[in-house]
């Protein structure tokens, strides 16, 4: 700012405060802003609208951290229910396959009349209702894949889905192989609930 344009600000100020080049409502104005009653009002007006903005930024703070909670909860909620869920259906299925593969050997051996082959094949029926009537692996391991999003962890369910198609095939499986799968499944199950335990945990 030049120095010509600085002293006509300092006449216009001048001008303006003395009591002859103010209008009566501007001087009461003036006198009004310059009270202290004003001042504090003025003070208080900002102070509150800091606070309300503060309050604000809290309230959303604390509605984002009630959603993450709520989120981790569903969480730790699905956790258990597909623990639950796999061990539960790996189990029917695991002896429902010995089931069917020892009523296939039983068969080829010509013995279809026998205790064991009765109570095997009423065995394999029960199973298979049990089986029916469970939560279904295919689609509790979809629901972790949407849920957990880790990439070892959807790896590992992926995992326990593949070997558990496996025992369907029990028919072209023996007894000796099946046993082998039942290894890898309740290794699968393991490393699967570990990923998911340790996403949940990165997340508390």
């Given at each position: 700012m030049n120095?010509?344009?600085?002293?006509?600000?300092?006449?216009l100020i001048k001008?303006?405060?003395s009591?002859e080049?103010?209008?009566?409502?501007f001087?009461?104005?003036?006198?009004?802003?310059?009270?202290?009653?004003?001042?504090?009002?003025i003070?208080?007006?900002a102070?509150?609208?800091?606070?309300?903005s503060?309050q604000?930024?809290a309230i959303?703070?604390?509605e984002?951290r009630e959603h993450?909670?709520?989120?981790?909860q569903?969480?730790l909620d699905?956790f258990?229910v597909?623990?639950?869920g796999i061990?539960k259906y790996?189990?029917?299925l695991?002896?429902w396959?010995f089931?069917?593969?020892t009523?296939?050997?039983?068969s080829?051996s010509g013995?279809?009349?026998?205790?064991e082959?009765i109570?095997?094949?009423a065995?394999?029926?029960r199973l298979?209702?049990?089986?029916?009537q469970?939560?279904n692996?295919?689609?509790?391991?979809a629901?972790a894949k949407a849920i957990?999003?880790n990439?070892?962890?959807q790896t590992?369910?992926?995992?326990i889905?593949?070997?558990?198609n496996?025992?369907l095939?029990?028919n072209?499986?023996?007894?000796?192989?099946?046993a082998?799968?039942?290894?890898?499944?309740?290794e699968?199950?393991k490393?699967?609930?570990?990923s998911?335990?340790?996403e949940?945990a990165?997340?508390?």
């Amino acid at each position: 700012m030049n120095n010509e344009l600085q002293d006509e600000l300092l006449k216009l100020i001048k001008r303006v405060n003395s009591p002859e080049g103010k209008p009566g409502f501007f001087r009461r104005l003036i006198k009004t802003l310059n009270s202290p009653f004003t001042i504090t009002v003025i003070g208080g007006l900002a102070i509150a609208s800091i606070t309300e903005s503060i309050q604000a930024r809290a309230i959303n703070a604390a509605e984002k951290r009630e959603h993450s909670r709520k989120l981790w909860q569903s969480k730790l909620d699905f956790f258990t229910v597909f623990s639950n869920g796999i061990q539960k259906y790996l189990s029917l299925l695991i002896e429902w396959s010995f089931e069917g593969a020892t009523l296939i050997e039983l068969s080829q051996s010509g013995i279809t009349k026998s205790e064991e082959f009765i109570k095997s094949e009423a065995n394999y029926v029960r199973l298979k209702k049990e089986l029916l009537q469970a939560d279904n692996i295919d689609s509790l391991c979809a629901r972790a894949k949407a849920i957990f999003k880790n990439p070892s962890t959807q790896t590992h369910v992926d995992e326990i889905a593949s070997i558990a198609n496996k025992f369907l095939n029990y028919n072209k499986l023996s007894l000796d192989q099946i046993a082998e799968l039942q290894g890898e499944a309740n290794e699968a199950y393991k490393n699967a609930i570990s990923s998911l335990a340790n996403e949940l945990a990165d997340q508390d």
